[in-house]
């Protein structure tokens, strides 16, 4: 029993070490977790039935493709975030119109910003795309 208590202390001081590493900086660690809620996304680009399950699709191949950086070599992970973006923005442009696709382009700019995922592209163009 103690053993197990002792065993709890350290993992919990060796997190919060870890933790503050992290964020010595100032920065915050990237979050690997990208879910996109299609029933917001869908109301606030008015989507057919047929454009919401072409994109559900597109994000949820996405957002796996980016949880798996997560165990991907650091030196690899850049490459294959643009991958994984190039392939979402391109079920995007071909799925939506052009007004719609402006939309989503920000959002996805936005969101690739706060969850810190913006860092790891090798080109940073997204609105260019």
Same mark, same amino acid.
């Given at each position: 029993?103690?053993?197990?208590?002792?065993?709890?202390?350290?993992?919990?001081?060796?997190?919060?070490?870890?933790?503050?590493?992290?964020?010595?900086?100032?920065?915050?660690?990237?979050?690997?977790?990208?879910?996109?809620?299609?029933?917001?996304?869908?109301?606030?680009?008015?989507?057919?039935?047929?454009?919401?399950?072409?994109?559900?699709?597109?994000?949820? !191949?996405?957002? %796996?493709?980016? @949880?798996? =950086?997560?165990?991907?070599?650091?030196? /690899?992970?850049?490459?294959? &975030?643009?991958?994984?973006?190039?392939? !979402?923005?391109? %079920?995007?442009? @071909?799925? =939506?119109?052009?007004?719609?696709?402006? /939309?989503?382009?920000?959002? &996805?700019?936005?969101?690739?910003?706060?969850?810190?995922?913006?860092?790891?592209?090798?080109?940073?163009?997204?609105?260019?795309?």
């Amino acid at each position: 029993m103690i053993i197990a208590v002792a065993a709890i202390i350290m993992a919990a001081s060796n997190l919060n070490a870890q933790e503050k590493v992290e964020t010595v900086n100032n920065e915050t660690p990237i979050n690997y977790n990208f879910n996109i809620n299609m029933r917001s996304l869908s109301r606030y680009l008015n989507l057919t039935e047929e454009q919401r399950e072409v994109m559900e699709y597109a994000s949820d !191949n996405f957002g %796996y493709s980016v @949880k798996r =950086l997560e165990r991907t070599k650091e030196e /690899k992970r850049g490459a294959r &975030m643009q991958k994984a973006l190039n392939i !979402n923005l391109a %079920y995007a442009y @071909k799925t =939506l119109d052009k007004a719609q696709y402006r /939309k989503y382009l920000g959002l &996805m700019n936005s969101s690739l910003r706060n969850k810190r995922l913006d860092t790891l592209l090798i080109d940073e163009s997204l609105a260019s795309k």
